[in-house]
């Protein structure tokens, strides 16, 4: 009997700087509420949706941005979220920055099942930017001084009757990523993103954002045999131009549904868990084809080594 798994993506315009919590979670809820109506089962929600992309500012002090961060999750403001999709029995995933209690700090997903159990959290794993402030640039791209990389790697969990993996936003720039769950047979593959038009360190590719974000989803979905589902948090937020072209990508490399705005917008797709064994047991059959004891570099060696 075919599997089918129908998914959403659920799109934000900019969440601006006064923006409560409150005022984020009633459109999230929004959101869900429509995907519903469209038939999802599965709502995913974009990268930091809580807040406006704070790492674009730089505060000497970083316990001055702990307002950005959740502490809990659910927790007080986000506990309506939780409790509407339970009511609707539709799943979801959530990113946010977090605090551990330990004090350490990290962009986070976090996969909700249908009836409200917490499936799994996954923290970031490839953090762009930059770790001092750069007064030069138009905005600060300081991720890498609010958030530490993950030591965890990429999990894929047992979940709506799939096998499900997460990323966010500079993970799907990476093939290892998709590679990492592609060896444990994931079937859908979950990203939210935040991803400003302008490229300060090289704006040659500000043109090419659209053209590479789609071109890193495309592969890593063919090439793994999986589902993808790109979300953005999209538009001019504080003053930057972000990208939106959320996507959901077939096991074949084929878009299948993309957003045509910057704003709030649900696009969803009806997900044919076993189309991605036609890519998984025939050119992607890893077991027959993958050469592990020739790839001792990626593993091996973190920069470039020119040879001889």
């Known amino acids: 009997m075919a599997r089918h798994l129908t998914i959403a993506a659920a799109q934000m315009g900019p969440v601006q700087r006064e923006h409560t919590r409150e005022q984020v979670v009633q459109r999230l809820i929004a959101l869900l509420q429509q995907a519903h109506r469209m038939g999802a089962e599965l709502v995913v929600f974009p990268e930091l949706a809580l807040t406006t992309f704070f790492p674009r500012w730089f505060v000497d002090d970083i316990s001055e941005a702990d307002h950005w961060y959740e502490r809990s999750m659910p927790n007080a403001a986000t506990q309506p979220l939780f409790d509407e999709a339970k009511r609707l029995g539709v799943g979801f995933c959530l990113g946010y920055a977090t605090i551990d209690a330990d004090g350490r700090r990290w962009n986070v997903q976090t996969l909700v099942e249908r009836d409200g159990s917490i499936v799994a959290t996954y923290k970031k794993t490839h953090i762009p930017g930059h770790e001092h402030h750069e007064p030069d640039r138009p905005f600060q791209h300081a991720e890498r001084y609010y958030f530490e990389p993950s030591p965890e790697g990429f999990g894929v969990w047992r979940a709506f009757d799939s096998l499900v993996g997460m990323m966010i936003c500079n993970d799907r720039r990476w093939p290892e990523t998709y590679r990492e769950m592609g060896l444990q047979g994931v079937e859908v593959i979950l990203c939210g993103y935040n991803t400003p038009i302008h490229y300060v360190p090289d704006p040659s590719q500000d043109i090419l954002q659209g053209f590479h974000n789609a071109l890193v989803m495309q592969a890593g979905a063919y090439q793994n045999g999986t589902w993808v589902v790109g979300v953005a948090k999209g538009g001019v937020e504080?003053?930057?131009?972000?990208?939106?072209?959320?996507?959901?990508?077939?096991?074949?490399?084929?878009?299948?549904?993309?957003?045509?705005?910057?704003?709030?917008?649900?696009?969803?797709?009806?997900?044919?868990?076993?189309?991605?064994?036609?890519?998984?047991?025939?050119?992607?059959?890893?077991?027959?084809?993958?050469?592990?004891?020739?790839?001792?570099?990626?593993?091996?060696?973190r920069g470039t080594i020119l040879p001889d």
């Open 238 to 301: 504080e003053g930057v131009d972000s990208l939106g072209q959320s996507m959901i990508v077939a096991p074949s490399g084929q878009i299948v549904a993309q957003t045509l705005t910057t704003d709030d917008e649900v696009i969803v797709a009806r997900c044919d868990l076993d189309w991605c064994s036609r890519y998984k047991d025939t050119l992607f059959d890893f077991d027959r084809y993958r050469r592990p004891e020739v790839y001792s570099r990626i593993t091996g060696q």
